[in-house]
């Protein structure tokens, strides 16, 4: 299966944190202890592997984080690895400490930099995607998505209750800072009267002829989501025109910020983590280098990381008609 001649990975995990990393953490580790491959542990993402801030890792480093959000190998967004003496510094490091490939689990930042890493060095590179925000190509879904999309379908369930109780209309806003799918997926969950994305152009003169249609037709109380990235404005700024336009309108706003980034990983999510990360360490060990492994269709399916970053995973148009439909 080796004929790669890779004896020992590092393994970092960088950018916003996404439930499900520890899985694909403890997936990479025990498919190389498989595999008789070492693996190093990096902490603090990029900033670690510049640092030389490394642990080596075995099958038992990794019991019992399948279940636990966060990341235990602790995560950064590093700016000096985005300048050549940083990343001079990290393979420095690497060489070092005999790396031969590594294994990075984040979203597009942190693929963005393993890319030119990969460039540079030569070093045979594999990323994972891990990102609630879902934004990566190559994938259906990335690593923490499904855990947060619940998280925010249990939150606004009970701000409908309050809602309902108050007839208000709750202006509840998700992290989704280019990227919808968190609100598209959890509005449709939680019966959104409206959902605001990035991607769309909805404007408040839009949402005002929503609300007034759903008042015309008997609702008292209402959800709207909001991505923090919408191009329609904030949650607050959304909240305001409206009801500046319309005193009578009870209005409040819910951000539910990065409560959405924790919390035990679904079981989608652990087995999805579970799958891409033996994927990764199998990929790299028949000699594959500056991809990506996502799982498309149910199957594994690695996309080069220049692929993952530069094309667009975009929300479905068509799920936001749905959403309309069942608005009425
Ligand atoms: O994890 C992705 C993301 O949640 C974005 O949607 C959000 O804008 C950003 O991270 C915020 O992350 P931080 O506060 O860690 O910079």
Request: glycine content about 12%.
């Amino acid at each position: 299966m080796n004929s790669s001649g890779i004896k020992r990975i590092g393994v970092l995990t960088s950018g916003g944190d996404a439930p499900g990393m520890n899985a694909a953490i403890r997936a990479v580790v025990r498919a190389c202890a498989f595999h008789n491959v070492e693996v190093e542990g990096i902490f603090q993402g990029y900033a670690g592997l510049i640092a030389g801030d490394f642990k080596r890792l075995n099958e038992r480093s990794v019991a019992r984080i399948l279940g636990r959000g966060g990341t235990i190998l602790k995560s950064s967004r590093c700016k000096e690895f985005f300048t050549s003496e940083g990343r001079a510094t990290a393979i420095e490091q690497m060489k070092k400490h005999h790396i031969d490939a590594l294994i990075t689990i984040g979203g597009n930042g942190t693929f963005t930099g393993a890319h030119i890493l990969s460039q540079e060095s030569g070093i045979p590179v594999m990323g994972i995607p891990g990102s609630i925000d879902n934004d990566l190509y190559g994938t259906d879904h990335c690593i923490g998505f499904d855990t947060a999309t619940n998280t925010v379908v249990d939150a606004v369930d009970k701000i409908r209750d309050t809602a309902t109780s108050h007839n208000r209309i709750f202006f509840v806003e998700v992290m989704g800072r280019n990227s919808g799918f968190i609100a598209l997926k959890a509005g449709i969950a939680a019966g959104a009267i409206a959902i605001v994305l990035p991607e769309d152009e909805m404007t408040s003169e839009e949402l005002m002829q929503i609300l007034r249609a759903s008042e015309e037709s008997g609702k008292s109380s209402s959800i709207v989501i909001v991505a923090e990235g919408a191009k329609g404005g904030t949650a607050y700024e959304l909240a305001n025109k409206v009801a500046a336009e319309n005193p009578d309108y009870d209005t409040r706003v819910s951000v539910l910020g990065h409560l959405q980034r924790g919390g035990a990983p679904s079981c989608y999510d652990r087995v999805i983590s579970s799958r891409m990360g033996v994927a990764a360490v199998e990929g790299l060990l028949q000699g594959r280098k500056d991809v990506m492994i996502g799982i498309v269709n149910d199957r594994e399916t690695y996309t080069s990381l220049e692929e993952a970053i530069t094309r667009a995973n975009l929300p479905n148009r068509d799920e936001l008609r749905i959403a309309r439909i069942l608005a009425i």
